[in-house]
């Protein structure tokens, strides 16, 4: 059975770091594109970063980019985020999520129906 389990969210002031963590099993983690997304109540969910299989093709939204950084440890079969120089506006669940499609950009990108249970991310003073 597929598995994804985010880890790392909690409190943090304006201009902290944090790192979120996504444990995968049940399938090859090694051969899927993977994704973060982040959701804020009443809004539709946002792809933030996303990786291919390897770690060479990464992709980020705007907001954040040069602020976050996607990985992976495909021996390990775990996704990271790390995030710096947090904004209020980065509060919101984040979600690991596995990719059906990846496009010539991020906005190209598609998500399956596999996603993990979400940790906040809260940034306030």
């Known amino acids: 059975q597929v598995h994804l389990v985010e880890s790392g969210g909690g409190l943090v002031q304006p201009g902290g770091s944090l790192r979120l963590s996504c444990v995968a099993s049940?399938?090859?983690?090694?051969?899927?594109?993977m994704s973060w997304y982040r959701q804020v109540l009443g809004r539709e969910p946002e792809l933030v970063a996303a990786i291919f299989d390897t770690q060479n093709d990464t992709n980020y939204a705007d907001s954040v980019k040069g602020r976050f950084t996607i990985s992976r440890d495909n021996a390990r079969n775990i996704m990271y985020l790390q995030m710096n120089n947090l904004e209020p506006e980065d509060t919101a669940v984040y979600y690991c999520v596995i990719l059906s499609f990846w496009g010539p950009d991020i906005d190209a990108h598609r998500p399956s129906p596999v996603w993990g249970q979400g940790t906040q991310v809260t940034v306030s003073s």
């Open positions: 049940g399938f090859t983690f090694s051969s899927v594109a």
